[in-house]
């Protein structure tokens, strides 16, 4: 089990990485955000908004919603 001292010290060690993460994680929820809002898609726009999935939620949006027009 990863305990909250190997995280942080990750974290520490590697800045670039986690920033890297942080940024891609805000890309893909912005984005994923952005096309919920445009479809009008008000139940997905407020789960992405509201459930904090690392990325998850608004991956799987993306990729079932591409179809979509």
């Given at each position: ?57 608004p ?8 179809g979509?027009?």
């Open positions: 089990m990863i305990d909250f001292i190997m995280i942080t010290t990750w974290m520490a060690a590697n800045p670039a990485k986690v920033l890297l993460i942080l940024a891609l994680i805000l890309l893909v929820k912005g984005l994923a955000l952005y096309k919920a809002a445009r479809k009008q898609s008000i139940i997905w726009f407020w789960l992405i908004l509201v459930l904090n999935t690392l990325g998850i939620l991956l799987l949006y993306l990729i079932f919603s591409r979509e027009r």
